[in-house]
């Protein structure tokens, strides 16, 4: 794909997940491939004022080393970001793009520490398995992390992402625009999970 059409996506991306208010303020991350890296946000700034003419966005190999400094600091999830393309590359994953967002109702899934079953018919044609939750000890995901990241993947190289206790979701997909849906997918699904066992405790059903 064409660079500039990989910033026109990633434009679109961020943007919806901001509108979805599954993003706000300057929180949450994305990236997508390109030819010898990739492009990730920025640090500091916000979803909704990326743009297609590369504000708000930064290229880097995927090992985080930026390739034009004029873009600015990565985020600093660079590291997981590169890892999802690693593992893909070494799994045979189709994996273009990368959402991470702290979005509400995962988040308050998250702190169960148990996976996000597949609670709608939707979740079960579009994922097919319960969505792991990876419990990561500080801010951003790390080197020492990798092995436990790894493992998911390894046991299940088509599981589309995964949730990180108190931090919301990684949703992976074939470019960004299928990775902003799947994490869309997963929000509404955690909601749907909450609501249920609300209902179920209180006896409505």
């Given at each position: 794909?064409?660079?500039?059409?990989?910033?026109?996506?990633?434009?679109i991306?961020?943007?919806r997940?901001y509108?979805?208010?599954?993003?706000?303020?300057?929180?949450g991350?994305?990236?997508?491939?390109?030819e010898?890296?990739?492009?990730?946000k920025?640090?500091g700034?916000?979803?909704?004022?990326?743009?297609?003419?590369?504000?708000?966005?930064?290229?880097?190999t995927?090992?985080?080393?930026?390739?034009?400094?004029?873009?600015?600091?990565?985020t600093?999830?660079?590291?997981?970001?590169?890892?999802?393309?690693?593992?893909?590359d070494?799994?045979?994953?189709?994996?273009?793009?990368v959402?991470?967002?702290?979005?509400?109702?995962?988040?308050?899934?998250s702190?169960?520490?148990?996976?996000?079953?597949?609670?709608?018919?939707?979740?079960?044609?579009k994922?097919?398995?319960?969505?792991?939750?990876?419990?990561?000890?500080?801010?951003?995901?790390?080197?020492?992390d990798?092995?436990?990241?790894?493992?998911?993947?390894?046991?299940n190289?088509?599981?589309?992402?995964?949730?990180?206790?108190?931090?919301?979701?990684?949703?992976?997909?074939?470019?960004?625009?299928?990775a902003?849906?799947?994490?869309?997918?997963?929000?509404?699904?955690?909601?749907?999970?909450?609501?249920?066992?609300?209902?179920?405790?209180?006896?409505?059903?």
């Open positions: 794909m064409e660079k500039a059409k990989i910033y026109e996506q990633l434009e991306a961020a943007h997940a509108a979805r208010g599954i993003q706000t303020g300057n929180g991350n994305c990236s997508a491939r390109m010898g890296g990739m492009i990730v920025s640090s700034g916000s979803l909704a004022d990326c743009n297609k003419e590369g504000e708000g966005f930064v290229e880097t995927l090992d985080g080393t930026v390739l034009a400094p004029e873009g600015g600091k990565p600093r999830e660079v590291f997981l970001h590169g890892l999802m393309y690693r593992l893909a070494e799994l045979g994953m189709n994996v273009g793009g959402m991470h967002c702290h979005s509400p109702w995962a988040i308050s899934w702190y169960s520490k148990k996976a996000l079953p597949m609670t709608t018919l939707h979740m079960q044609l994922v097919g398995c319960d969505l792991p939750v990876v419990d990561v000890k500080t801010a951003s995901v790390q080197p020492e990798e092995p436990a990241i790894r493992k998911l993947f390894e046991e190289p088509k599981l589309p992402g995964f949730i990180l206790v108190g931090h919301g979701v990684v949703a992976l997909g074939k470019d960004i625009l299928a902003e849906h799947m994490a869309e997918l997963f929000e509404e699904t955690a909601q749907i999970a909450i609501t249920k066992a609300a209902c179920e405790k209180l006896g409505i059903y």
